[in-house]
C-alpha cells in the first residue's frame, strides 16, 4: 500500500510540474461542509450513525486545457465529529470519538460554456488516509463492569467523487468555485481484534457529501 501511496503521489507531482510550463495554471485553496453518509441504503448501520457534520480545509491546483476542460490537485483535510446520539454512554463512562482523513487526488472538470459563470461536471480520484480514534473511559474500571476501549485506526484507502459546481470568474486572474461533491471510499471493512476484544471500523465505508467554496489565482 505505501508503494501504491508514494506512486501516486509522483503522478499527482508530475502532472502539477507539466503544469507549470503550460499558461492557465491556478493556485488556490477553500474550505468545506461535511455531511456523513451511508450511501443509498438507510437503513443500514453506516458513516452518518457514528459520526456527525464536519468540516475541511484543502489546498490545489486548476489548469485549463482550454475554456471548457480542465485539469486539477487536490491536498485536503477533513474531521467528523461523534453522532451523540450513537455514542450516549453519560451513564457509563466518558466517550471520545471522531474521524479524520487526509487525501491526494486529481480532478478533472468539464465546463458547459466558456462564459465568466460556468456550470461544470467533474469527478476526482486520490488516496485517502484515514486516522478513527475511539477513546472509552468506565465509570467501573477495575470491576466486571469495566468496557473501557481505546484504539486509533490507521488505514489508506483509494476513493473517487463525482461533483457537480460553479466556476465565478472575478477577474482576469481570479476566480472562486462553489461545489457539491459525493465521495465514496470503498472497501472500508470492521476488523475485530481479538486480544483487546474491539472492532474497528463497525460502520464500514466512510461516504460523505461535501460542499466546498474554493478561491484561485493565476500564478
Known amino acids: 500500500m505505501k508503494q501504491k501511496a508514494y506512486l501516486f503521489f509522483l503522478t499527482v507531482l508530475f502532472i502539477s510540474q507539466q503544469s507549470n510550463a503550460q499558461e492557465g495554471l491556478f493556485l488556490g485553496g477553500g474550505l468545506s461542509a461535511h455531511l456523513p453518509s451511508d450511501g443509498f441504503k438507510p437503513d443500514n448501520f ?3 450513525d457514528v459520526a456527525n457534520v464536519g468540516g475541511g480545509a ?14 486539477g490537485s487536490e491536498f485536503g ?8 446520539t450513537t455514542w450516549n454512554q453519560e451513564q457509563r463512562g466518558e466517550i471520545n470519538v471522531n474521524y479524520q482523513s487526509f487525501n ?12 465568466e459563470v460556468r456550470p461544470y461536471l467533474g469527478v476526482s480520484f486520490g488516496l ?19 468496557a473501557s ?6 488505514t489508506f484507502h483509494a476513493g473517487f467523487g463525482p461533483e457537480i459546481g460553479v466556476l465565478f470568474e472575478t477577474g482576469k486572474k481570479e ?16 476488523e475485530y481484534h481479538p486480544e483487546d476484544q474491539v472492532t474497528t471500523n463497525p460502520h464500514g465505508k466512510q461516504n460523505h457529501w461535501s460542499i466546498s467554496l474554493k478561491y484561485f489565482w493565476d500564478k
Open 77 to 84: 483535510y477533513s474531521y467528523f465529529l461523534k453522532d451523540k
Open 46 to 48: 453506516g458513516f452518518n
Open 175 to 190: 476566480m472562486l468555485m462553489l461545489s457539491t461533491r459525493y465521495t465514496i471510499i470503498p472497501n472500508i471493512t470492521a
Open 104 to 115: 491526494l487526488s486529481a480532478q478533472g472538470n468539464f465546463y458547459l460554456n466558456e462564459e
Open 128 to 146: 485517502y488516509y484515514l486516522r478513527n480514534m475511539l477513546n472509552f473511559d468506565s465509570n467501573y474500571v477495575g470491576s466486571t463492569n469495566d
Open 58 to 71: 484543502s489546498i490545489g491546483t486548476l489548469w485549463f486545457f482550454n475554456p471548457i476542460l480542465s485539469l
Open 149 to 154: 476501549v481505546s484504539y486509533i485506526s490507521k
